[in-house]
């Protein structure tokens, strides 16, 4: 039997699901019968989703689709930001910290 995880990436999340009660009641007799209660049952199934989905031949790539519209998100995200600061937030910071004031601050003498 699959043990929940209550660590890792994101800590647990909780699902609300409506199922039909026809489906509920065969869901519940299933898990009744592999001596699972009802949240262990539904892991199981939503892992078995998952493994079933990764073995699809496709999945990798639409996976990689996915995460490349990610990375064009993220970066027009950051040049927005970049924009709004005229430089990265970090090297602003880090310009501010810098012996001898690297970076001009509007009043200040040079």
Not at 31 to 56: I, M, T
Not at 63 to 81: C, F, S, Y
Not at 85 to 108: H, I, L
């Amino acid at each position: 039997m699959t043990e929940p995880k209550s660590e890792g990436k994101g800590g647990v999340k909780t699902l609300g699901i409506r199922l039909p009660g026809e489906l509920h009641a065969q869901f519940a007799l299933v898990a009744q019968l592999d001596g699972l209660n009802l949240g262990d049952a539904v892991l199981r199934a939503v892992e078995f989703y998952v493994e079933a989905k990764r073995s699809e031949q496709d999945f990798a790539e639409r996976a990689k689709a996915a995460l490349e519209e990610i990375e064009r998100e993220a970066a027009a995200r950051r040049a927005a930001i970049e924009d709004l600061f005229g430089g990265t937030p970090e090297v602003a910071k880090e310009q501010d910290k810098a012996p001898g004031g690297a970076r001009r601050r509007s009043g200040a003498e040079s």
